[in-house]
């Protein structure tokens, strides 16, 4: 349609219109500056988000988290899984028209690389007509595309592994790749994927490849917000068997005179998915809602509203009322990952930042008489301690028995604190001794529980673990 074409009211009723793509495209922006930045933000040498193969470390929200530790990601993949379900119950495919890397990725391919910049495409508004490769030009401006999306692919991938790898790791990783050839492997095999992927799979990959299409017939509702045609207004262009009755407005009206729809077919030519979203909800669609900006722009110029909303099938569809946002499934969602977050944080918040093993010895105890002529008892542990700090530290610990027996049990090696260099784990051979009676019985061995209290001498109130062990102390005769 024709800007000569459009009414007066037309041009009032899209005056202030912004189209959902432009939006999208903003957000894609702040979607990739997020993902660019993040590998880079550090507190004290801890990042925000980073899962260390290389190192076997796990870091959230700028705290360190040893391998031993990682507990925590079955509760992040759940806030994960959950949220998106969640998601999706509420508004549809809405992360893979939004925040789908497959999606961004073809976005800047199609739309930026293939339209705006070569001008292979004509029209960012026709996603069905692909581009006249017969003619040499065009061979060439395919091959330079290719050439700049294998460079920003790179780039994609470099950002992937930073979520592996920390930046200040990975450059100087890459001056030398014969020596990290496993890293260098999974950069050029992410490129080609993606090469593959976003040039020649294309959309393709929503469609019969990627799972999360298969699973959203499970999650959704009548209140579910999506991409919906309105047949009330616009009248049936499909019958119950999805085969398509109209072609043009002359035969629609022919039927039904108060058919809005003018069969002009943007909506189909603009889907990236190629599918016709008057036929009713279906697996391919990603809602991205091109289509409600195709169908806004031209019945806006009638000066009447869009036939494809962004609204609920309860709403558009079957006129029930209002869409209901929040529904008992969607806060029960919303429960679940409130709970979820908060052992997270609860888990998190105990944080050790030592860790410590205490293996008795198998020999419950020696007997032998000190210096001082007292009957003494000695009970050997092996301690396995490892610093998960950055920096090193000097350990010691205390000895905490039970009441009526305290400073009784006393360390006799190591005599003073030894240090730990990070990351390693250090054995330490620890002997307990007592020269008192702490108990008098003639039958049996006695097992008494203490409190071992390991602590970094030069940060106590930070860098402290307890740890329940026992203390064995023979019978009355074998001390005799």
Not at 65 to 82: A, N, S, V
Not at 442 to 460: E, F, G, L, S
């Amino acid at each position: 349609m024709s800007e000569e074409t459009v009414s007066p009211s037309g041009k009032e009723y899209l005056s202030g219109w912004t189209p959902w793509r432009i939006k999208r495209y903003w957000f894609y922006g702040l979607v990739t500056v997020i993902a660019l930045v993040i590998p880079w933000i550090r507190i004290e040498g801890n990042h925000l988000f980073l899962l260390s193969f290389d190192k076997l470390k796990l870091h959230l929200m700028f705290i360190q988290f040893d391998m031993q530790e990682l507990y925590l990601m079955p509760f992040l993949l759940m806030i994960l899984f959950i949220g998106i379900f969640g998601i999706t119950v509420l508004g549809g495919r809405v992360f893979c028209g939004w925040m789908c890397p497959q999606t961004i990725f073809r976005v800047v391919y199609r739309d930026l690389i293939e339209t705006k910049l070569l001008g292979l495409r004509k029209r960012i508004k026709n996603k069905q007509q692909e581009p006249d490769y017969s003619k040499v030009e065009n061979k060439i401006k395919r091959v330079v595309a290719i050439l700049v999306w294998t460079g920003l692919a790179f780039i994609a991938a470099a950002d992937l592994m930073w979520y592996f790898v920390p930046p200040e790791d990975f450059l100087a990783y890459i001056q030398n790749p014969m020596d990290h050839t496993v890293l260098m492997g999974a950069i050029i095999g992410i490129v080609l994927f993606l090469v593959y992927d976003v040039i020649f799979l294309q959309e393709n990959f929503c469609v019969y490849v990627c799972p999360y299409s298969r699973i959203q017939s499970v999650l959704y509702d009548d209140d579910t917000v999506m991409a919906v045609y309105n047949p009330n207004r616009g009248g049936e262009i499909y019958n119950e068997h999805k085969e398509k009755l109209f072609t043009k407005q002359k035969d629609l009206l022919a039927v039904n005179t108060n058919a809005e729809c003018t069969t002009c077919e943007s909506c189909v030519t603009v889907c990236p998915t190629h599918i016709d979203i008057r036929k009713g909800l279906q697996l391919e669609c990603i809602n991205c809602l091109e289509c409600v900006d195709a169908c806004t722009e031209v019945m806006g110029k009638l000066g009447k509203p869009s036939l494809v909303e962004w609204s609920s099938e309860k709403e558009t569809l079957y006129m029930k009322g209002k869409t209901h946002y929040f529904r008992p499934k969607i806060l029960g969602y919303i429960a679940v990952l409130v709970i979820v977050s908060i052992v997270l944080g609860m888990m998190g918040s105990k944080k050790e930042y030592m860790l410590l093993n205490i293996n008795k010895e198998n020999r419950l105890y020696s007997i032998h008489t000190n210096d001082e002529g007292k009957v003494q008892v000695d009970n050997a542990y092996t301690f396995l301690l490892q610093n998960t700090l950055n920096e090193d530290h000097d350990y010691y610990f205390d000895i905490i028995a039970p009441a009526g027996m305290e400073g009784k049990i006393k360390i006799k090696e190591p005599e003073e604190a030894f240090k730990v260099k990070p990351g390693v784990v250090k054995k330490k051979v620890v002997v307990l001794y007592t020269d008192e009676i702490l108990v008098n019985d003639d039958r049996k061995d006695t097992v008494i529980p203490i409190t071992i209290k390991a602590y970094a001498v030069d940060a106590k109130d930070k860098v402290v673990v307890i740890r329940q062990s026992t203390f064995t102390y023979p019978r009355a005769d074998m001390l005799k």
